[in-house]
């Protein structure tokens, strides 16, 4: 999924917007049949990585967790008003590759943007931290993660069979 925020607002790869995300995940991620499996935060949109038990599930999970954002955000930037567009933009995964190259854009999105980043770092804006994916093995964060454990086996053990994500690799067009 990919979330935008309205134009003027300030950069969400910040600190005080990015804590004040990191919260609302936390608390957002798992609720209704609803999970949020990985996340990166640009500067004026997000994606996401999630499970639904259903339609409805996605519906209200993600209404739940956009709210919780919004709130979280406004908190932070002390203002009131609209976030969000009112439209994001979904796209069902259903084979272990279209898995595993979600997570690789997803996770590395950064990386295709030129973003900075440290060689070999995972990227400080996603739940890279806590993904156990990784080529080569990543330390995993220290912090109590802002996501939901997967449950699905095309995210839990389909995507593996496509080859584990390097840290570095850029991935293409989405």
Same mark, same amino acid.
Do not use: C
């Given at each position: 999924?990919?979330? $935008? ?5 300030? $950069? ?6 990015? #804590?004040?995300? #990191? ?7 798992? #609720? ?38 919004? #709130? ?21 995964? $259903? ?43 990543? &330390? ?9 454990? &997967? ?24």
């Amino acid at each position: 999924m990919t979330l $935008r925020v309205i134009r003027g607002l300030p $950069r969400l790869r910040r600190g005080s917007a990015y #804590r004040a995300l #990191r919260a609302a995940f936390g608390g957002g991620s798992e #609720r209704f049949g609803f999970r949020l499996n990985q996340f990166a935060v640009m500067n004026d949109h997000f994606h996401l990585i999630v499970e639904a038990d259903d339609r409805r599930a996605l519906s209200r999970g993600l209404k739940g967790l956009a709210v919780r954002m919004a #709130r979280a955000l406004n908190g932070a930037w002390k203002r009131k008003g609209r976030v969000f567009f009112e439209r994001y933009h979904e796209h069902v995964l $259903r084979t272990p590759r279209e898995v595993r190259n979600a997570l690789a854009y997803v996770l590395n999105n950064a990386r295709k943007h030129r973003a900075w980043l440290r060689p070999g770092a995972v990227d400080p804006f996603t739940s890279g931290s806590w993904f156990d994916g990784w080529r080569g093995g990543i &330390a995993r964060g220290q912090t109590e993660p802002s996501i939901a454990p &997967a449950r699905t086996w095309l995210q839990l053990v389909g995507w593996r069979r496509h080859g584990l994500i390097d840290v570095a690799e850029v991935p293409g067009p989405r």
